[in-house]
T-cell receptor, first 114, second 114 residues
Framework: EAGVTQFPSHSVIEKGQTVTLRCDPI?????LYWYRRVMGKEIKFLLH????????ESGMPNNRFLAERTGGTYSTLKVQPAELEDSGVYFC????????????FGQGTRLTVV | AQSVTQLGSHVSVSEGALVLLRCNYS??????LFWYVQYPNQGLQLLLK??????LVKGINGFEAEFKKSETSFHLTKPSAHMSDAAEYFC????????????FGKGTLLTVNP
């Protein structure tokens, strides 16, 4: 069974540009999460989808970040326009509908804004 | 609000020595507790989790953790370190009964010396 897949693995963009990160969760996992780790800091929650609906987006830093999950399958996280402080590793995770089950993480996308 | 404190951002042990990684949490009610590991160039992998019942939890690769409510701790141990255990370890909590939003500690980088 394929795990959580994230694209791209690395991205280097200039300040002011737009970047779109993609996450393909494990098939059948209704729950999809985005997390971010800024260098030297802890991994922080960004948002949670249940199928195609945003359940909790309390961790989104500002309105330059837009997450979507079309049809309850894959998800994208767009940063527009990117700022230097957006640099970090963005993790996606998914989990089955049952409460208390573990979340499976992707390898992350390392975003560098220069 | 929940929080997680991992004592020691960097722990170094000799091969064959005991591994002890400390984690304390703050939560109004006992949460779900997790330890994740990130090997170089890989995603986060679940080592073990505590959701209910047994307070001593056994995980993969010989690791175990004990939930101590009175101490609000969930320390990770392994009797004998292997070179392959070198990685970054993250303690995380989520609200009991949710599905679920993880709050992570800052991580502990484990180095194993020959």
């Amino acid at each position: 069974e394929a795990g959580v897949t994230q694209f791209p693995s690395h991205s280097v963009i200039e300040k002011g540009q737009t970047v779109t990160l993609r996450c393909d969760p494990i098939s059948g996992h209704d729950n999809l999460y985005w997390y971010r780790r800024v260098m030297g800091k802890e991994i922080k929650f960004l948002l949670h989808f249940v199928k195609e609906s945003k359940q909790d987006e309390s961790g989104m830093p500002n309105n330059r970040f837009l997450a979507e999950r079309t049809g309850g399958t894959y998800s994208t996280l767009k940063v527009q326009p990117a700022e230097l402080e957006d640099s970090g590793v963005y993790f996606c995770a998914s989990s089955p509908p049952k409460t208390g089950t573990e979340a499976f993480f992707g390898q992350g996308t390392r975003l560098t804004v220069v | 609000a929940q929080s997680v404190t991992q004592l020691g951002s960097h722990v170094s042990v000799s091969e064959g020595a005991l591994v002890l990684l400390r984690c304390n949490y703050s939560s109004s009610v006992p949460p779900y507790l997790f330890w994740y590991v990130q090997y170089p160039n890989q995603g986060l992998q679940l080592l073990l989790k505590y959701t209910s019942a047994a307070t001593l939890v056994k995980g993969i690769n010989g690791f175990e953790a004990e939930f101590k409510k009175s101490e609000t701790s969930f320390h990770l141990t392994k009797p004998s370190a292997h070179m392959s255990d070198a990685a970054e370890y993250f303690c995380a909590v989520s609200p009991r009964g949710s599905n679920y939003k993880l709050t992570f500690g800052k991580g502990t980088l484990l180095t194993v010396n020959p």
